[in-house]
């Protein structure tokens, strides 16, 4: 290796000399592949497609942001009185004279409202669907895990569950103690106390289809037959 080093480089010649030269050929080989390799069309037509669209946006006078699916304008489209039962009695008569604003799946169109932003259920659902006929039976469970901010709105039950006309009745129509006592607080801790109650009162208010029914024969997952511990004809 000395002697190559000699013969090439001369006596004189250090080490580092040989690593030097050979550094710098190696930069200009790796240089000159550089420059013979071509430049890509992928990198010139995306920049310039970037100076295209700096070059249309600048100055203008409209916003550069595009405006998709603005919500339609607030000037009332439906009679008064439209909400809450007049809705119900058209999606009954036909459901498609909705679609055109609501979206054809009824989850908001055009009008960015969806129809089950107050139905539990489907669209055409107002309680979960899954109540059926049964929401008599079906809403206590439902209250006691959910709460009652879905029933308390102006259009279903009212803000204080005190019912709306033409929609959802006072949970007081049914529950004697209150929006979340069937009976009155006191029976809940002893039942027998609904005798002096009726002896007074009389048995009206039991005597109610989704109740005790109206003969106090029972109903079906509520109340039960007066005559389970009383006997009358």
């Not at 480089?9 to 592949?33: D, F, I, N, T």
């Not at 100076?51 to 603005?70: D, I, M, R, Y």
């Amino acid at each position: 290796m000395r002697n190559f080093r000699e013969k090439v480089l001369g006596r004189s010649a250090p080490a580092s000399s040989l690593y030097c030269h050979g550094q710098k050929k190696r930069e200009v080989h790796r240089m000159s592949h550089i420059k013979k390799t071509p430049l890509k069309p992928f990198p010139i037509l995306l920049l310039s497609f970037f100076l295209l669209v700096a070059g249309c946006g600048g100055g203008g006078s409209q916003s550069e942001t595009p405006v998709v699916n603005p919500p339609q304008s607030t000037v009332q489209t439906h009679p008064a009185g439209w909400l809450p039962n007049g809705h119900a009695a058209e999606a009954k008569a036909n459901i498609e004279t909705c679609t055109g604003c609501h979206g054809t799946d009824l989850t908001g169109g055009t009008t960015n409202v969806s129809c089950t932003q107050c139905h539990l259920g489907d669209t055409t659902s107002v309680h979960p669907t899954l109540w059926g006929n049964f929401a008599y039976a079906f809403h206590a469970r439902y209250v006691q895990q959910n709460g009652t901010s879905t029933c308390a709105n102006v259009t279903c039950h009212g803000t204080n569950l005190e019912g709306v006309q033409g929609s959802g009745p006072s949970c007081t129509q049914c529950h004697m103690g209150g929006v979340s006592s069937k009976h009155p607080v006191e029976w809940n801790a002893n039942i027998e106390l609904h005798k002096d109650y009726v002896a007074s009162n009389g048995s009206t208010s039991c005597r109610v289809s989704v109740c005790h029914g109206a003969n106090l024969q029972g109903v079906f997952l509520s109340g039960p037959s007066c005559n389970t511990c009383h006997t009358f004809p």
